[in-house]
């Protein structure tokens, strides 16, 4: 091929659910720019986007206890729980424009209905829940928040749970019925078929080895089609790197100054499967515990309703483990292959710090299947270990870097690291990740595209109406968000039952 054959407008790489989005905005904002896709897989939505690799949950606060912090007077810090419940409304906003204008269909298949519960035990983690019920539950975002620590409402509310429980330990739970189960991969493939009929190219079983910058300022991408084994040259003028725990290497192969001095820690998980249909009916609602001391935020205990492939599930864990590997297709290597001279001593410093969770992961990867057995009992308290079968989740890369808190620091989130010129930007972290994906893609458009933002704004705010605003200064606005993302996207009960 010639080089002129070869450019294009815009390469994401990687098909998961970041590259599907931003796809997914840059087609409407500029339908004529041309795009292609290289992923190394045979299908879209394979890696951290699959149902399978992932919690699902609809992430806003809502449950997940570490997004709120209680301060050294006894308050409850929700600022970060509101930022991320915003940044959720954000994405069904996208989501129900892509629904209302035909360009995804069938919601149901990707985004249920279900409420979301956190539950503790004990009196100082019943006191804490308490407190951050009243913190929460006055806020609009939250409204409709449910406290109770009477075990009868508690057996109305998670049966499953209650049952033949035993104990005089006090418990207490918070419950939302507007919160989400979503199928990321479904939605991921839903998303890469809507860009396939707007003309984007999509290439599977093509994985990008290297990246450079050439002297009329395009990036050149040597790319290797896994099926013919051959090399082929693309070259564009902005490309994204969605490629889940594999951005790293080809962040550091770019040699932008801005993805230097960062390492990347890589956590696998792995989730219990119930496989007896009567006890998943007994239970319906994502429920939310506290971590164990030591443990990273994404190892939250959680007891979930799912539905993947249009059956209803029932899954508890993660339990967490430790892999090299930075993908779950990804090789033994990674990890040691991404130690580089610019981030060496942020990556040792991070060791020396994590000592706590290294401890925590080495305890986790030693567990038998009777000792999670004992961690499901602590949800379950008649769980039967024929009932429940392992499943392999994703990988996870926690991103490692110099902060103001300290070299080496392990940070917990989602992160975007673009060049100053705006030409490459690449995804790394982890969770509230998918579910924030419109809020992170948007951040990539400001960073990249700050020229064509003013341009773009009535589009944006077409597609997202809450677009350069805070909902909670806009109750209004709000209100009709939220009334039109239940009715599009339908989520309500009543609207989403199917067996």
């Known amino acids: 091929m010639s080089n002129s054959e070869t450019k294009t407008d815009v390469i994401l790489i990687g098909a998961g659910i970041m590259s599907a989005t931003l796809g997914s905005l840059l087609k409407e904002l500029v339908p004529s720019w041309n795009i292609k896709v290289f992923e190394k897989l045979a299908k879209a939505g394979e890696e951290s986007s699959n149902e399978w690799n992932n919690a699902g949950t609809g992430h ?12 050294s007077d006894g308050s409850i810090d929700v600022s970060k729980a509101l930022k991320i419940n915003e940044q959720f409304q954000i994405s069904k906003q996208f989501w129900s424009y892509l629904v209302q204008n035909k360009l995804i269909t069938k919601p149901q298949d990707f985004i249920m209905p279900l409420p979301h519960m956190s539950l503790v035990q004990g009196e100082k983690n019943v006191s804490f829940l308490r407190k951050r019920f009243e913190a929460l539950s006055k806020n609009p975002l939250f409204q409709g928040m449910e406290y109770s620590e009477d075990p009868a409402t508690l057996e109305e509310w998670i049966p499953l749970i209650m049952e033949g429980r035993q104990t005089n330990e006090p418990m207490a739970a918070t419950k939302i019925d507007s919160g989400t189960d979503v199928n990321f991969g479904a939605l991921t493939r839903m998303l890469f078929d809507h860009l396939q009929n707007q003309g984007v190219e999509l290439n599977y079983q093509h994985s990008v080895s290297d990246l450079k ?3 009329d300022g395009l990036w050149e991408l040597k790319v290797r089609n896994l099926t013919t084994g051959s090399v082929e040259r693309h070259q564009a003028k902005f490309v ?8 790293i290497h080809l962040l550091q192969k770019s040699g932008i100054p801005e993805g230097k001095h960062i390492g990347g820690f890589p956590v696998s998980g792995l989730f219990m499967v119930c496989n007896n249909q009567e006890i998943v009916e007994k239970h319906h609602a994502k429920v939310y515990g506290k971590a164990k001391v030591g443990a990273p935020p994404m190892s939250v205990p959680h007891l979930d309703t799912r539905y993947i492939n249009n059956k209803k599930s029932l899954l508890f864990g993660p339990f967490a483990g430790f892999s090299p590997k930075f993908l779950k297709t990804g090789s033994m290597f990674d990890l040691i ?11 040792l410093a991070a060791g020396v710090k994590e000592m706590a969770l290294t401890k925590y992961l080495i305890q986790q990867v030693m567990l038998s299947n009777e000792k999670r057995l004992e961690e499901l009992r602590e949800f379950i308290p008649n769980a039967k270990l024929e009932d429940w079968d392992i ?19 392990l940070q917990f989130g989602t992160e975007v690291v673009s060049a100053s010129d705006g030409s490459i930007a690449a995804l790394l ?7 924030t994906a419109v ?17 773009w704004e009535p589009k944006l705010k077409q597609m997202i109406p809450s677009y350069g605003v805070s909902l909670l200064d806009h109750p209004q606005l709000l209100r009709q968000v939220e009334q039109e993302t239940t009715l599009t996207l339908k989520l ?8």
Do not use: W
Not at 391 to 409: F, L, M, W
Not at 429 to 435: D, F
Not at 445 to 455: A, G, M, R, V
């Open 337 to 347: 292959s991404s130690v580089k001279p610019h981030n060496v001593t942020t990556m």
């Open 213 to 215: 910058r050439t002297s």
């Open 391 to 409: 499943v392999v989740a994703g990988q996870r890369v926690q991103v490692i870097k110099d902060t103001p808190a300290g070299k080496g620091t």
């Open 240 to 247: 994204f790197i969605g490629g889940g725990g594999g951005s």
């Open 429 to 435: 972290g982890a969770s509230p990740g998918a579910s």
């Open 439 to 455: 809020h992170v893609m948007l951040e990539v458009l400001n960073k990249c595209f700050p020229q064509h933002i003013k341009e």
């Open 60 to 71: 806003a606060a809502l449950c997940e206890l570490n997004y709120t912090v209680e301060k």
């Open 492 to 499: 309500t009960s009543k609207q989403a039952v199917r067996m």
